[in-house]
């Protein structure tokens, strides 16, 4: 790990861009049909708050480790390691359906005859090469690309808004079945996702150069794309409707396809793909990252940097192998993993080690 | 050192060579010349058959560019008609007349004929939802009396791509007649969606001969046949109903509050000489209410508009003239209005979106009528006024007195 160090914004642009992910560009939030846009602010503001006070105020427990080493500091080694496995793997899952997120969306609206292998090893080759030069490198791009990210939204924004396509009639009537029909609907998932999948990010808490701020970076992080999302999504349902909104696999590009300026300015599709491969480059590659640094920690590795290249491979090929087709893709992401996978090892298991480590605290003034 | 040095030559040179291969372009990219751009596409009904004739109008690049000298007889479009069950099967099929690949991203208008609407168009929603190059803001007409083949091969004088002409054509009349609408895919999948509003769509249809309007129409200053866009076609989910023509088709526009300008004839005192007063821009107010247990509508459309041309002698600095003209087109407004209200009703096609109106504002109500509200949309109250606010008059008050 070494002297490097990563400062405040870099950190928030991290969070911000692996939270938007690939969250921004379908149709997250489609259990809370038309008011997903609410759903979505109180899953981020209260889900994701709470589970990033969490991984907060494990990482001020133990400052200079990842949640795999404190793990065994807290439970000991023998359950220590194994719950680390389970962190990897989870690691390793969540890259590879990203992974093969990012591949069908950009074969079923843009590259329809092109193999998903090619695409993929794209994405992989540049993420390989990037986290190989080290976690700064990744900070550094993550500045620019956020930076970048909000100019194509706003020029987005703008030109849907030019377009007149915006009808917030859409949106009404809201909470047609009240406030317990939304939460209903959007728990468990809009709680955990992506907001669990921020395990991943506490791997990156260690090189923060000032480690007081976590709270504050974290927390504005998370406000900040809960924001961003429920916003995005409202402009969606606006455009579209509810109705093509829940059956539309990539909702932004549909609404991105609707503009028209002038009859001039048309198919500005590139800006929902970069805006997709910007997101997904992240949550792939933090995720990557967490398993490389997950890996070394586990097996006491001396250089992590060795690891890059296989674990690449294994999240490349395993993408291709992780669902049969996309429905099935589709029914795993929101049926299966958030209540029986997500909320274990993102809440839970992080939930179970504060408490143990709090009560070891108590035990043992220093 | 020597064999260090060797080796970043040679990686360097790898290095080239792999970027080479990312920078070539596309995995499946499609060169211009292997391709052909279809503008529009007809879909007509096979008397006794399970299928569709599916036409597709396809651009002759050489013909339409400025630069590459034209010249010659050829028109600038040609078209391919193919049989099908599906609009997919079709393109497939009629890779077998088409030396390129059908090529959809340009194609900007979709014309059904009568026949087909009839009997519904739910057949074609699917494929144009979800292909991905068939795009959402494709305009869709209904012809009124014709085939759509034959729409799609009228040639037109003015715009060389008689597609073009025709979107155009719709666009300009409903910007300043308001006979007419231009809908598009997005608007129609919408509508069916929505609970409560049904599709409608433009209509065109073709005067003259057709069978005299092929190459030789553009040949001589009057054409043989033209394409009017007059018309809009009010369905009920995916069949269509019927239509509305001219005055009542305005009526839709105005209580969508789409009309942006327009001329409205009123007559003078004496009945027999008229004022053209031109309508500026209009807008509508929709409000719904609940009266004994029923729905009922509420309609305000307010316009504001100068005079255009009068027949009559009027005194127009006379404020009271002007009012008494202004409700004298608030009249017809309403009249025009109450004529679409009625048509659709008669037709049970809910095409002003009163029924969401219903479920966005009372959507404990709206459960109760939603299974029969085509019923309840027959039966429906609906209330219109209409305000005309007449700001100028041109450049005179007072018109030339006849001597």
Redesign the interface.
């Known amino acids: 790990m070494g002297n490097i160090k990563i400062n405040t914004l870099q950190l928030f642009c991290l969070i911000v861009l692996f939270d938007l992910g690939t969250a921004i560009v379908v149709s997250y939030g489609a259990e809370a049909h038309r008011d997903a846009w609410l759903a979505i602010l109180i899953g981020g503001f209260f889900g994701g708050a709470l589970i990033f006070l969490l991984y907060g105020s494990l990482y001020r427990m133990y400052p200079n480790f990842s949640p795999i080493l404190y793990a065994q500091q807290i439970v000991g080694k023998w359950i220590g390691w194994p719950l680390g496995v389970i962190f990897v793997i989870y690691f390793l899952h969540g890259a590879t359906r990203d992974l093969r997120d990012y591949g069908d969306l950009l074969t079923?609206?843009?590259?329809?005859?092109?193999?998903l292998f090619?695409i993929h090893i794209?994405m992989i080759l540049s993420m390989i090469y990037v986290l190989y030069l080290g976690i700064d490198v990744l900070a550094r791009l993550a500045e620019i690309l956020f930076a970048i990210l909000f100019i194509l939204g706003v020029m987005a924004v703008i030109s849907i808004s030019l377009s007149k396509k915006i009808d917030f009639?859409h949106l009404?009537?809201i909470m047609?079945q009240g406030l317990t029909g939304v939460l209903s609907n959007s728990f468990p998932s809009l709680f955990v996702v992506p907001w669990g999948e921020m395990l991943a990010c506490t791997l990156i808490f260690p090189y923060l150069n000032n480690p007081r701020s976590i709270m504050k970076v974290g927390l504005s992080a998370i406000f900040f794309s809960a924001i961003i999302l429920s916003f995005t999504i409202m402009i969606n349902i606006s455009v579209?409707?509810?109705?093509?909104f829940d059956r539309a696999n990539f909702a932004l590009y549909?609404t991105i396809?609707?503009v028209?300026l002038m009859e001039f300015i048309?198919?500005l599709d590139p800006i929902v793909l970069v805006t997709l491969i910007i997101g997904d480059f992240f949550k792939v590659g933090i995720f990557f990252y967490a398993a490389v640094i997950g890996t070394t920690d586990l097996f006491k590795i001396k250089n992590p940097k060795t690891l890059v290249l296989p674990i690449g491979i294994i999240i490349l090929l395993a993408s291709l192998t992780v669902s049969g087709n996309f429905a099935e893709h589709v029914k795993i992401g929101s049926g299966i993993l958030p209540s029986y996978v997500h909320v274990p090892i993102s809440v839970i298991i992080p939930l179970c080690l504060l408490i143990v480590a709090m009560i070891r605290r108590r035990f043992k003034p220093h | 050192m020597k064999i260090k040095w060797m080796m970043k030559i040679i990686s360097l040179l790898l290095c080239f060579i792999f970027i080479n291969i990312f920078l070539t372009g596309c995995w499946s990219q499609r060169e211009l010349g292997d391709i052909s751009m279809v503008t529009s596409i007809g879909v007509d009904k096979i008397p006794n058959e399970d299928a569709y004739l599916f036409t597709f109008q396809i651009i002759i690049p050489s013909q339409v560019s400025p630069v590459k000298g034209g010249g010659g007889e050829q028109a600038p479009v040609t078209i391919i008609s193919q049989k099908g069950k599906t609009l997919f099967e079709a393109i497939r099929g009629a890779s077998q007349k088409a030396p390129n690949q059908l090529f959809f991203p340009h194609a900007r208008l979709f014309v059904f004929s009568e026949d087909v609407a009839k009997d519904g168009l739910g057949d074609f929603w699917d494929m144009l939802e979800r292909d991905h190059e068939i795009r959402p803001l494709t305009t869709i007409f209904i012809t009124k009396g014709s085939k759509a083949k034959t729409i799609l091969t009228i040639m037109t004088p003015i715009e060389k791509m008689p597609s073009d002409s025709l979107l155009e054509e719709s666009k300009l009349a409903e910007k300043r007649l308001a006979f007419t609408t231009r809908v598009d895919i997005d608007d129609t999948i919408k509508a069916i969606a929505t609970p409560g509003k049904e599709p409608f769509m433009g209509g065109v249809e073709m005067i003259g001969n057709s069978q005299a309007a092929q190459a030789d129409n553009i040949k001589q200053a009057e054409p043989k046949a033209i394409i009017k866009a007059n018309a809009i076609a009010l369905f009920y989910g995916e069949k269509l109903q019927g239509w509305l023509k001219d005055g009542s088709a305005r009526g839709l526009l105005w209580v969508l509050g789409k009309v942006k300008s327009t001329v409205m004839n009123v007559p003078c005192k004496n009945k027999e000489d008229f004022i053209n007063v031109e309508i500026l821009n209009s807008k509508a107010q929709i409000h719904p209410q609940i009266k004994n247990g029923r729905p009922k509508m509420q309609v305000t459309i307010d316009t504001e508009a100068s005079i255009g041309e009068t027949s009559c002698f009027i005194d127009l600095t006379d404020s009271e003239e002007i009012v008494r003209i202004q409700e004298r087109v608030g009249k017809q407004i309403k009249k025009e209005a109450d004529e679409a209200i009625h048509i659709a009703q008669k037709y049970k096609s809910d095409v002003f979106g009163f029924g969401t109106i219903i479920y966005r504002s009372y959507p404990g109500e709206w459960k109760k009528w939603e299974s029969s509200w085509k019923d309840h949309f027959k039966e429906m109250e609906v209330e219109v006024k209409a305000n005309v606010y007449i700001r100028r008059s041109g450049l005179r008050n007072k018109p030339l007195q006849n001597k």
Do not use: A, H, N, Y
């Open positions: 079923s609206s843009m590259f329809t005859q092109t193999p090619i794209m009639d009404s009537p047609e579209l409707g509810v109705d093509v549909e396809r609707r028209s048309e198919r």
